[in-house]
C-alpha cells in the first residue's frame, strides 16, 4: 500500500474527504496517466491505489502479515531427519533380551530430528485389539529409545541418576530392569489404573509441550508463555495454568517430586538437561510412532497434530492401519506416516494394500489449527511441503520361493527388485503416484526365523508356514526440498522382521534474523487511524512539527 510523501500537498482526513474540491486537488497533485485510468475502469473490482482502505479492511490487519510474505524475508536452511521403521513382531525387551539399539538409532548418527515407527509392539490377537490398550510396552521402548538418544558423549556430565555404560546391551538391560520393577508393581492393578500414554510420555517432552500443538507462524521468537503464539489462533489467548482434565488426571496420578522411568525423574531441571525431547508419541494398537527433536530445535515446532485410521478386522479396527504425525518446522510443514498395511502373499494382495494407501490418503484430516494471512496449517496428507512414510507396507515378491532363493543366493537385487509388488504397482501408477523411494541395495527384511539369520523357508516344516522373502518395510518421500541421504537395513534379531533405516537431507524455509525481530515488535492489531497518512505543515517558530487530521 503506497504512501504519499511528506513533502506532498493533500487534503487530511476531514467529513469532506470525498469532496469534489478533494477530487480537484488529488488530481493536481498526481494526476494518472491515460492508460492507467483505462485499466482501472475495465476492472470490476480495480486494485487500490489509494492510501486509504475501509474501516472493515484495516480492522484486522497485521503489520507481520505483509513482513512474513516478502521473498527476501525468507531463508532456506538445511536440516537432517533420520527415518527408521520395525515390525518387532509382538515381542517387548525385557531385562532377558540384551536388545542393542544400534541396529535401530546407528550411534555415529546425530541427525536433528529422529521419526521412529514400530509395528507389533503387542501380539495382534483379539484381546490387543478389542480391549484397552496396555502401555507397558511402549513405555519400555520409550525408555529404550531416550536412553540411546541422550547417552552420555565424550565425558559430557552424566544427567541421569545412574551412570549409564556405553554399552547398549548394558544400557537397555538395566532400563529393561527398572522397568520390570516398575510395572511389577502395576500388574496386580485393575484395568482402568494402568497408565495413561500421556503420563508414560511427559518425562521426555519439553517442560512446556503445550506449546507443541500451538501455532508459530510468522512470530520466530522463542516462545515463553501461550500468549507469544499467533494472535490468530484462539488458543493463544489460553491462561498458562489451563490444561486439559486428561493432563490433570495424569498430573494427579504422580507424586510431587515426579515420577521415575528408566532412571530419569519428571523433574524439570532433568528434561531442560537432555539433548533430545520427544516431540509427539502415539499408539494404535501394535502401531507406535516416535518424534524426537533437539532441543534447540523444539520452540520452533508447532501445530504438532496426530491422525489414526484403522484398516484392519471390518475395514476400520486398529490391528492394521497408520498413525500420521503432522508439524511445522519454522515455516515449513511436515507429515510423517507410519503404516502396516494388509497382509498375505496371495495373488490379488497387493490390491488390498493399495487400498489401505488410497484409502488412508482419502480419509486421513488433521484438526484445524489457527491461520496465517490467506492460509491455513495442511489438513490433508498431501498437502504438506515435506511427507516421509515408512511401516511394513507388506508388498511381496511375485515369485516363487524357490526362484526367490535362488536369486538370493546370488545376491541378485535387481533381478529381484523388477518382481517386487510395490515397484510394480508404483510403475503401473496404480498407487504412490508421484512418490519417490531410493534404490534398495539390501536383501530382504522378512520373513527370518527368530534369533537367526536364515529365512523361515529354509527351517519350515511344511509350506502353509513357509513365506517367501520380501522387502515388507519400507520408506518413500514426497515433496520438493528433501533427498534421501542414505537406505539400509539393521540386522537386530529380536523379531523376524529387519528394522530397515534412512537418513533424508530437508529444506527448510526460516524468516531473516532481520524479519524475526520486526515480526517480534508488530504482532499486534492495529487501528484504522495507524494506516491512514498525514500531512506535514511547515515548521512555524518556536512550535513543533503539527499534522492536520
Same mark, same amino acid.
Given at each position: ?31 494518472? *496517466? ?35 510474505? *516478502? ?22 525387551? /525385557? ?73 547398549? +546391551? ?80 495424569? +498430573? ?37 510412532? /516416535? ?91 498431501? $498437502? ?15 515369485? *516363487? ?47 527370518? /526365523?527368530?534369533?537367526? $539369520? ?25 515433496? +520438493? ?69
Amino acid at each position: 500500500m503506497a504512501f504519499p510523501d511528506d513533502g506532498e500537498k493533500m487534503k487530511g482526513c476531514g467529513p469532506k474527504i470525498f469532496g469534489a474540491k478533494d477530487k480537484k486537488a488529488t488530481k493536481k497533485t498526481d494526476r494518472p *496517466s491515460s492508460s492507467t485510468v483505462k485499466s482501472a475502469s475495465s476492472s470490476s473490482k480495480p486494485p487500490s491505489s489509494s492510501p486509504f482502505r475501509t474501516l472493515s479492511e484495516v480492522r484486522s490487519i497485521r503489520l507481520s502479515h505483509f513482513l512474513a510474505r *516478502s521473498p527476501s524475508a525468507i531463508k532456506a536452511e538445511h536440516f537432517r531427519i533420520f527415518i527408521s521403521t520395525w515390525n518387532v513382531g509382538g515381542n517387548t525387551p /525385557t531385562a532377558t533380551s540384551e536388545l542393542n539399539l544400534d541396529d535401530f538409532i546407528p550411534a555415529d548418527d546425530h541427525s536433528d530430528i529422529y521419526v521412529l515407527g514400530f509395528q507389533e509392539i503387542v501380539p495382534l490377537n483379539a484381546g490387543n485389539v478389542l480391549v484397552m490398550e496396555d502401555n507397558e510396552p511402549a513405555a519400555r521402548w520409550l525408555a529404550l529409545i531416550h536412553r540411546t538418544l541422550n547417552r552420555r558423549a565424550n565425558g559430557d556430565a552424566d544427567i541421569f541418576q545412574h551412570k549409564p555404560s556405553l554399552s547398549l +546391551d548394558s544400557t537397555s538391560s538395566r532400563s529393561s530392569s527398572n522397568l520390570d520393577a516398575s510395572f511389577s508393581n502395576r500388574s496386580s492393578s485393575a484395568i482402568f489404573q494402568m497408565s495413561s500414554l500421556k503420563s508414560i510420555r511427559k518425562p521426555y517432552m519439553p517442560t512446556h509441550r503445550k506449546l507443541l500443538k500451538l501455532c508459530n507462524c510468522s512470530v520466530e521468537m522463542t516462545r515463553k508463555s501461550y500468549k507469544d503464539a499467533c494472535f490468530g489462533c484462539p488458543q493463544a489467548y489460553t491462561n498458562e495454568t489451563d490444561s486439559s482434565e486428561e493432563d490433570e488426571v495424569d +498430573d494427579k496420578s504422580n507424586n510431587t517430586h515426579g515420577y521415575v522411568v528408566d532412571g530419569v525423574t519428571s523433574a524439570s531441571s532433568s528434561r531442560d538437561q537432555l539433548k533430545y525431547n520427544l516431540v509427539s508419541c502415539k499408539r494404535m494398537v501394535g502401531i507406535f510412532v /516416535t518424534v524426537w527433536a533437539k532441543k534447540e530445535l523444539v520452540p520452533h515446532i508447532g501445530h504438532v497434530r496426530t491422525s489414526c485410521i484403522g484398516r484392519g478386522v471390518m475395514g476400520y479396527l486398529g490391528n492394521k492401519g497408520c498413525i500420521s504425525v503432522s508439524m511445522t518446522l519454522h515455516q515449513t510443514s511436515f507429515c510423517f506416516i507410519c503404516s502396516h498395511l494388509a497382509s498375505g502373499e496371495k495373488e490379488g494382495d497387493e490390491l488390498r494394500r493399495n487400498l489401505d494407501v488410497l484409502e488412508i490418503l482419502r480419509v486421513t484430516q488433521f484438526p484445524r489449527v489457527c491461520r496465517r494471512a490467506g492460509q491455513r496449517a495442511p489438513e490433508k496428507i498431501i $498437502d504438506h511441503d515435506r511427507v516421509i512414510w515408512l511401516g511394513d507396507l507388506n508388498y511381496r515378491i511375485s515369485l *516363487s520361493y524357490e526362484d526367490t532363493k535362488k536369486l538370493l543366493t546370488e545376491n541378485n537385487w535387481d533381478a529381484l527388485f523388477q518382481k517386487d509388488q510395490l515397484n510394480t504397482e508404483r510403475n503401473s501408477g496404480r498407487v504412490f503416484k508421484g512418490w519417490s523411494e531410493e534404490k534398495i541395495y539390501f536383501a530382504p527384511t522378512y520373513k527370518y /526365523t527368530f534369533n537367526s $539369520d536364515s529365512y523361515s523357508g529354509e527351517t519350515a516344516t511344511s509350506k502353509k508356514k513357509r513365506r517367501t522373502p520380501a522387502w515388507c518395510d519400507r520408506i518413500l518421500w514426497h515433496g +520438493d526440498g528433501i533427498a534421501q541421504l542414505s537406505y539400509f537395513r539393521g540386522e537386530s534379531k529380536f523379531s523376524d522382521h529387519r528394522p530397515v533405516c534412512g537418513s533424508f537431507n530437508v529444506v527448510v524455509d526460516l524468516l531473516d534474523d532481520k524479519s524475526k525481530r520486526r515480526t517480534s515488535n508488530t504482532n499486534i492489531r492495529i487501528g484504522a487511524e495507524e494506516l491512514l497518512p498525514t500531512r506535514t505543515d511547515k515548521v512555524n517558530k518556536g512550535a513543533g512539527t503539527k499534522t492536520k487530521q
